[in-house]
Nanobody
Framework: QVQLIESGGGLVQAGGSLRLSCAAS????????MGWFRQAPGKEREFVAG??????DYADSVKGRFTISRDNAKNTVYVQMNSLQPEDTAVYYC???????????????????WGQGTQVTVSS
C-alpha cells in the first residue's frame, strides 16, 4: 500500500507561483512513476505532468511554466508552477504507479495510487 499526501496548494494571484509537494510511503519510491493531475469544477481530470526515472512529460497547457521533479531520498515529488493563470485553478492530485513495466505517464489508468488532492486557486 502506498500513501500519497499532497501539500502546497493555496490562493495565488495570476502570474504568481506555487510549489506542490507529494510525499509518498513505500520503500521503492525511486522505481515509481509519479504524476500530477488536476480537476476543475465540471471538468474531467486531466494530466499535468509525469516523471518516470529521468523521463518527464507535460501537458501542452503547462509546458514552459510547470516543472516536475523528485527527491528519492525524501520520497517526494514536486511540481513547481510558475506564471499561474486563472485557468490553472483546480484540485491537483498526485498519483503513483508502483507496478513494474512502462506505461504512459499521461493516462490516469496508469496509476494505481492517488492522493486526496490539494486546491489551487488563481485569482485574476
Amino acid at each position: 500500500q502506498v500513501q500519497l499526501i499532497e501539500s502546497g496548494g493555496g490562493l495565488v494571484q495570476a502570474g504568481g507561483s506555487l510549489r506542490l509537494s507529494c510525499a509518498a510511503s513505500g520503500r521503492t519510491f525511486s522505481s515509481y512513476a509519479m504524476g500530477w493531475f488536476r480537476q476543475a469544477p465540471g471538468k474531467e481530470r486531466e494530466f499535468v505532468a509525469g516523471i518516470r526515472w529521468n523521463n518527464k512529460d507535460y501537458a501542452d497547457s503547462v509546458k514552459g511554466r510547470f516543472t516536475i521533479s523528485r527527491d528519492n531520498a525524501k520520497n517526494t515529488v514536486y511540481v513547481q508552477m510558475n506564471s499561474l493563470q486563472p485557468e490553472d485553478t483546480a484540485v491537483y492530485y498526485c498519483a503513483a504507479d508502483s507496478r513494474p513495466g512502462v506505461r504512459s505517464l499521461t493516462t490516469p489508468d496508469t496509476y494505481n495510487y492517488w492522493g486526496q488532492g490539494t486546491q489551487v486557486t488563481v485569482s485574476s
